[in-house]
Each structure stands twice: as structure tokens, then as C-alpha cells.
T-cell receptor
């Protein structure tokens, strides 16, 4: 039982390049989330998926797209990376959407855009 | 909107010292409150939570009490260890999915 896994762990991109961050969970959770973590700002929600087949914007969605590939997997795509997207990205999952559902986090992907 | 303010770090302590990290919040309604911990190189883990006023969350020797009158949820531990070195995040969740996080407090415990 690995929980939430993310790949890659580290990535360096040049401005304008594209890439996809992968996330998978093996807890049979319905809901999944993508956050970014920046120094002094805590975590901010980029996109979330309440259930398989649905995705919605969070607090900071500009410059990103997501795909809920199946119940287990939720990917985050940067179509044209910018230096402002240098950050640590965390994927999380919870059994369901709702205030009492604990979110479980992956180990993060550290992305640098030059 | 909802927001969380926590004390700025970094905080450096000696082993067996008392740790307090202050957290205050602004929210509509009656939020649930959380402390998450992030150990070096890892993702966030839920440390403790409280879902209503006067609830006390506790785990691994850490405690926090939900104080509605002062809109606070301060984290305390009576005797820290080197293994408690981590970044601590206070967070709240109102009546929907969204977790609102504080900026995080880095704690370093020296032997």
C-alpha cells in the first residue's frame, strides 16, 4: 500500500517547454487534488477532481490543465512552462469531497523553470 | 474569504524544550482545524485535527485546542526531540472541499 505516489521527484524545464506531472493513489479514493507550495505562502489549490470524470478549478489554475485518467490517476500538465511556475507540486487524495475527509499527500515534485 | 495566519519561523530549540506555534484563523461558519507536518523530503502528513469549538486534538505528544472565542488553534509540545524537526502547517476547512493553509513554520531541534 504505497498511498499517493508522484513522478518525477525533480524536474528542470526551460521556459516554454511542456511537461506532465503524474499522480496515482491506491486507496480507492474518489477525490484527488493538485497543490503548489511556494515559500511563505503555504499550499494553494490548483485543480481538484471530486470524482472520476470531473475536474474543477481551484485557487490558482492559470497555466495548468488536468486529466482524471481513471479513479487512481490524476495528472497535471504545464503546456508552456514559465519561471513563475517554479514550485513544489503536491498531489493529494481523499475518500470524498467534504469537510471531514482527510487528505493524504504524496511526496511532491520539485519543478524548476529556467 | 477563509485565511490562516501562523507565526513566522524559523524556530530553533534545544531538545526537551517546550514548543508553541501560534495559529489564528478567519473563516465563515464553523470550520474544522488541522495541523499538518512535513518532514524533510516528504509530503504533508496530518498531525492532529479538531472539528468543533473546545475540541482538543492530540498526537505524538502534540496538542492543540480549538478556541472559537479567540479564533486560535495553537500547537504545543512539552518536550521536543530532534525527530520533531519539520515544517508545521496550520490549516482550516469550512463547509466545502477547500483546505486553506498557513505559510508554514520551520522548526529545528538541536541535540
Amino acid at each position: 500500500n504505497a498511498g499517493v505516489t508522484q513522478t518525477p521527484k525533480f524536474q528542470v524545464l526551460k521556459t516554454g517547454q511542456s511537461m506532465t506531472l503524474q499522480c496515482a493513489q491506491d486507496m480507492n479514493h474518489n477525490s484527488m487534488y493538485w497543490y503548489r507550495q511556494d515559500p511563505g505562502m503555504g499550499l494553494r489549490l490548483i485543480y481538484y477532481s471530486a470524482s472520476e470524470g470531473t475536474t474543477d478549478k481551484g485557487e490558482v489554475p492559470n497555466g495548468y490543465n488536468v486529466s482524471r485518467l481513471n479513479k487512481r490517476e490524476f495528472s497535471l500538465r504545464l503546456e508552456s512552462a514559465a519561471p513563475s511556475q517554479t514550485s513544489v507540486y503536491f498531489c493529494a487524495s481523499s475518500e470524498n469531497i467534504g469537510a471531514y475527509n482527510e487528505q493524504f499527500f504524496g511526496p511532491g515534485t520539485r519543478l524548476t523553470v529556467l | 474569504g477563509d485565511s490562516v495566519t501562523q507565526m513566522e519561523g524559523p524556530v530553533t530549540l534545544s531538545e526537551e524544550a517546550f514548543l508553541t506555534i501560534n495559529c489564528t484563523y478567519t473563516a465563515t461558519g464553523y470550520p474544522s482545524l488541522f495541523w499538518y507536518v512535513q518532514y524533510p523530503g516528504e509530503g504533508l502528513q496530518l498531525l492532529l485535527k479538531a472539528t468543533k469549538a473546545d475540541d482538543k486534538g492530540s498526537n505524538k505528544g502534540f496538542e492543540a485546542t480549538y478556541r472559537k472565542e479567540t479564533t486560535s488553534f495553537h500547537l504545543e509540545k512539552g518536550s521536543v526531540q530532534v525527530s520533531d524537526s519539520a515544517v508545521y502547517f496550520c490549516a482550516l476547512r469550512s463547509n466545502d472541499y477547500k483546505l486553506s493553509f498557513g505559510a508554514g513554520t520551520t522548526v529545528t531541534v538541536r541535540a
